[in-house]
């Protein structure tokens, strides 16, 4: 649930982080599916590492191995894109039409420089109640300061300016006024404003920083484009809300923005058949 005090930590700082995350899926099992699709992407990954081919959003390259769309290699993704203890924060947040954008596995390797500088992920546009754009970031391991933790800046979410492209580059990153490492045990995760300025930092540990990355969005937004969503995906949206989280048909919201090439499931038929628009 959203309590008042959280809504007011994410309103006032832009991020809230939440213990145990993982809880309801095993910190074992997550880790162990996460390993199945690293070892079987990083062939090609190193491979476009030596022959410069590289390209791919999250700082993929020398620095970090990007591994988008999980829910090809495992279903087990998209359950955890339904997280019992998120998504209700999520609804509050983002909104009661909120759908899953992103799902991505992200190693940054130990001794390796920060993949990414300061941004944010997108123009201030805002909402009186609503984010536009909240991201959610599951820790696989202990997140230590050393560990080019993800970095934010509390607040920064209200700014109009984005960050400078030219200030606290390379060597000077980690001197950006105001940055805050987000540590953390194992299992948990944070909330975050993708308007709050950001940052990954140099790992200078000797181990590799793990976490998962699921974007959320409302309903509104586009997310399949011209491309159906694919079957698996539709097989495992066998119920109205999760036709919702996976941008497929909406439960709130109008039915106008529907997918029209997915057939509806029965009892959601009803629902859209109940809209006026
Ligand atoms: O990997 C990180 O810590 C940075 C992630 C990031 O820049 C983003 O989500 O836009």
Known sequence: MLTPELREQIDEHGYLTIENALYPFGLDRVRSAFEAIQRQTEPAWAESIRNGTFKGGYGNGPNAHTMGDIHQYDTFFLDIAENPLV???????????????????????AGTSAHTGWHRDRPAWRHSQFMLKAKVFYFLDVQTPDMGCFSLVPGSHKRDANPSRTEY????????????????????????????????????????????????MPFWVKKWGSTPPPQHIVDWAD???????????????????????????????????AKKL
Do not use: F
Not at 88 to 97: C, E, S, T
Not at 189 to 211: E, G, Q
Not at 239 to 264: C, N
């Open 87 to 109: 998504l209700p924060i999520l609804k509050g947040i983002v909104g009661p039409d909120v759908q899953t954008m992103e799902m991505v596995a992200h190693c940054h390797h």
């Open 169 to 216: 580059v390379g060597e000077t990153l980690e001197q950006t006024p105001g940055l805050q490492k987000i540590v953390g045990k194992a299992g948990s995760a944070i909330i975050w404003n993708v308007l709050c300025w950001h940052s990954t930092l140099a790992n200078t540990s000797p181990r590799d920083r793990r976490i998962l990355i699921y974007g959320y």
């Open 239 to 273: 119920t109205p809300h999760r036709r919702q989280l996976m941008g497929i048909h909406a439960v709130e919201g109008r039915a106008s923005w529907d997918r029209k090439d997915v057939p509806y499931l029965p009892e959601h038929a009803e629902i859209a058949a």
